[in-house]
Every structure is written in structure tokens, then in C-alpha cells.
């Protein structure tokens, strides 16, 4: 069965740091590029950042750019998203996705993603 799960989320001070995992199952997670996004409460989600399948090209929203790193171990079958300078902002659903081709161009369009995980929940408050 294919599935994607996100884990790492939580509550985080602002300035602080969380890594997000994605860990895939029933696909071969080396054939496709990955994407993260995110959804607050009362706003369209938001594309963050994308990894080719290879892992050699990433791309990230200005939003997060210089703040967030996208990477992956594809013989772990895992994403992950490490974010560091954390501020309210931030806080949202963050979902992994299965893009449907190994390249990121248009990343940001939800519809390119053929499986998403159920979301993990990052807080950030003092």
C-alpha cells in the first residue's frame, strides 16, 4: 500500500528548530521528486519546497528560502525537512507529497502531486 507519513512536527519556541520526516512506503521513493507544503487555518496552501528524485536539485518558496533545507535518503525511503529560525509564521500543517515525475519544475502546483501524507502540526509560540 502506498503511504507517506510526516512525523517531527510539534511546539517550538520562535528562533528555534524542528526536522520533519516523510517516510514513504509501497513505491520506490528514488523514481520521484518530493514536495513539502504547508496549510494554516484560514489560508490556501502554500508550496514550500521540492527534491528531484535524485536529490541533486531543490527548490524552496522565498518564504522559507535561507531558513529551511529540504533532503532526502532514498535508501532510508525518507524526506526531510529541517527548519531553523522558526517564527509564528510558520505555524501550520505541514504535508509531504509525492510529485507525479522526478523534477520539481512547478513545484508549488498542488495538483503535480499524486499522494499526500496526513500532516503533521507545527506550533510556533512562546
Known amino acids: 500500500q502506498l503511504q507517506l507519513v510526516e512525523s517531527g512536527g510539534g511546539l517550538v519556541q520562535p528562533g528555534g528548530s524542528l526536522r520533519l520526516s516523510c517516510a514513504a512506503s509501497?513505491?520506490?521513493?528514488?523514481?520521484?521528486?518530493i514536495g513539502w507544503f504547508r496549510q494554516a487555518p484560514e489560508k490556501e496552501r502554500e508550496g514550500l519546497s521540492c527534491?528531484?528524485?535524485?536529490?541533486?536539485?531543490?527548490h524552496y518558496a522565498d518564504s522559507v528560502k535561507g531558513r529551511f533545507t529540504i533532503s532526502r535518503d532514498n535508501a532510508k525511503n525518507t524526506v526531510y525537512l529541517q527548519m531553523n529560525s522558526l517564527k509564528p509564521g510558520d505555524t501550520a500543517v505541514y504535508y509531504c507529497?509525492?510529485?507525479?515525475?522526478?523534477?520539481?519544475?512547478?513545484?508549488?502546483?498542488?495538483?503535480?502531486?499524486?499522494?499526500w501524507g496526513p500532516g503533521t502540526q507545527v506550533t510556533v509560540s512562546s
Open positions: 527534491i528531484a528524485s535524485s536529490g541533486g536539485n531543490t
Open positions: 509501497g513505491f520506490t521513493l528514488g523514481d520521484y521528486a
Open positions: 507529497a509525492r510529485r507525479r515525475a522526478s523534477y520539481c519544475s512547478g513545484y508549488y502546483r498542488g495538483y503535480e502531486y499524486d499522494y
